[in-house]
């Protein structure tokens, strides 16, 4: 295969990246603010989505913890910016947000990531419902009230820090998939003994990366948070949001580096779609779909894609 | 000048002494056999020096300090490295980039992707590892799987590895190459520390070799002295 077709269609890819950002950041301009609501329900998904994919994707590790960083940045934004006015800017808050999920990511990363497997998985479920009912312990006995109103925020603004957001944990992944961090990622996953007596620092290495993970996961539930504007432990903490990030990666495909954004955004789109328009079938639909994607695409929507695309070159090198 | 050192090593597992009392030590420059029937502590030794397991009690020292309890990790970057038994190799990465990562992370001070790249190109064909470097490991042949790790090993700058019964399940050209692969190892300035099963191989090769019997050393010495131990011979050969 020769280098300036690769060169060329990392070059075209870059291009339509650019033009896809342009038009999704000048989306309020022409689209209904429906579109612009819709939008940033798609890119929190996307979001939750990639950052699960950052941590569980190269090391193999199931980490079913998304909804407790998801919902910690939701209660970080409920508390900061209460309806009856904040002391805090609103871009403040996510950032504090973000850094709170890295901290106990860390925290807990460096607890539970020498559990494997199953065990690990398990755990990081039961960390989501931990942080749920110790929050509703805490409003019964301590506060004695039931969830909390957040402030208004303009819906522009709550899409532009998600697509901020989306932006930044873009980059991060590109970087860290493509760096010397990333290496070491995969070679975890492939085999962490002989990772550790290649020298690489399996612990830290695993602990800082499922907090950049838990950066973004934060930070996106600050900010939808927003949107939401009134929450309590059972909306924040819900373990959809733990579920749904691993299906949707699946249902892209994870052997891309785009497979689990596309997927998210098929995903979340469907989703949104089928609730307003079969709110009684939707469920069953959604169903059907996941069945139908792991019977009939096992490497995910970007599996397909690329099988359709060595069908037209007719060559085995569409892994770039 | 003793690049290893081991000093009443024990690890029990539960209440069994797999490695109880070991006293060892290997010069530099030298190659070490280590040898034993099955579940004799050959393998909990190398992974109490590697760092995969800590000594219950007892001390291991390697270049005059104190590695036991370190993690593999930085034992790996003082300069010992190891291969296992059952090939550990990075399965869907290629040869290639299995050995790199040996020199990307192996090494106290960090090389530059293309230079680390260099380098474990270099050491494949040092192995004598001749099929394409660019095909995911998990696909080749078990010789040049265990080729590909002895690369990896080497490519962390070791001064000592730790090599896991290197030969078995090679055909006996590939053992007669693995010998020789491990004189020039020894040539190039890496001591060696060996465990192996196959007879001709072990006394061919070592300078010293080291009995384990039910985690207890039972003989060291040179190869002659050990072929002509009675209590070697009763523990291999039976009353």
């Known amino acids: 295969m020769d280098m300036s077709f690769f060169k060329s269609r990392r070059l075209w890819v870059l291009w339509l990246a650019l033009i896809i950002l342009v038009g999704l950041a000048t989306l309020p301009l022409y689209g209904s603010l429906y579109m612009t609501i819709l939008m940033t329900a798609i890119l929190m998904y996307i979001i939750l989505t990639v950052s699960w994919v950052i941590f569980s994707g190269p ?11 998801f919902g910690i940045g939701i209660y970080t934004s409920a ?9 805090f800017p609103v871009l403040v808050v996510v950032i504090i947000a973000g850094a709170l999920s890295f901290v106990v990511a860390v925290l807990v990363g460096a607890l539970t990531l020498r559990l494997r497997g199953i065990y690990f998985a398990i755990f990081t479920f039961g960390l989501v419902e931990l942080v749920k009912q110790v929050l509703i312990f805490f409003e019964i006995n301590v506060t004695g009230t039931r969830g909390r109103f957040i402030m208004l ?61 838990a950066v973004f996961m934060g930070a996106a539930g600050a900010t939808i948070a927003m949107r939401w504007t009134y929450i309590d432990p059972y909306i924040a903490f819900n373990s959809l949001f733990s579920f749904l990030p691993v299906l949707m990666a699946i249902f892209g495909g994870l052997g891309q580096f785009y497979g689990p954004v596309i997927g998210a955004a098929i995903f979340a789109y469907l989703e949104e779609t089928l609730l307003t328009k079969f709110p009684y079938y939707y469920m069953l639909i959604f169903g059907c779909v996941l069945v139908g994607t792991m019977l009939f695409m ?11 695309w060595r069908r037209l070159i007719g060559g085995q090198h569409a892994d770039a | 000048m003793r690049m290893l050192e081991g000093e009443k090593v024990t690890k029990y597992f539960g209440g069994l002494a797999a490695v109880s009392e070991v006293d060892f030590y290997v010069e530099k420059g030298e190659i070490f056999g280590l040898i034993g029937p099955n579940g004799a502590g050959k393998t909990t030794l190398f992974n109490l020096i590697s760092g995969a397991f800590t000594p219950k009690s007892g001390v291991i020292k390697f270049k005059d300090k104190k590695i036991s309890g370190l993690k593999p990790y930085k034992i790996c970057r003082m300069g010992m490295a190891r291969t296992f038994q059952e090939v550990k190799i990075f399965t869907n990465m290629p040869a290639i980039q299995n050995v790199a990562l040996g020199a990307l992370f192996g090494t106290p001070k960090s090389l530059s992707p293309a230079k680390a790249t260099k380098e474990a190109g270099e050491l494949l064909d040092f192995v004598g590892f001749s099929v394409p470097q660019d095909v995911p490991a998990g696909g080749l042949t078990l010789v040049n799987q265990k080729r590909v790790e002895v690369a990896r090993a080497l490519a962390t700058k070791a001064d000592m590895v730790l090599l896991d019964e290197l030969m078995a399940g090679l055909t006996p050209t590939e053992t007669a190459e693995a010998m020789e692969l491990v004189t020039r190892i020894r040539d190039r300035g890496v001591t060696v520390f060996m465990i192996e099963h196959v007879m001709k191989a072990i006394m061919g090769v070592c300078d010293r070799i080291m009995v384990l019997h039910h985690g207890e050393k039972i003989a060291d010495g040179t190869p002659q002295e050990i072929a002509a131990s009675k209590k070697v011979i009763e523990v291999y050969l039976g009353e």
């Open chain 1, 298 to 308: 096992p490497f995910g929507f970007t599996g397909l894609i690329q099988k359709g």
């Open chain 1, 153 to 213: 925020v303009d819906t522009h603004v709550i899409y532009f820090i998600m697509l901020g957001i989306f932006v930044v944990l873009l980059l991060t992944a590109y970087f860290i998939r493509n760096s010397k961090f990333g290496l070491a990622l995969r070679s975890i996953g492939e085999n962490e003994e002989a990772a550790a007596h290649s020298g690489v620092n399996v612990t830290m290495v695993k602990v800082i990366t499922f907090g950049i993970s």
């Open chain 1, 79 to 87: 508390i900061l910016l209460p309806n009856t006015g904040s002391a």
């Open chain 1, 59 to 69: 090391t193999g590790y199931l980490s079913l913890a998304s909804a407790a960083f």
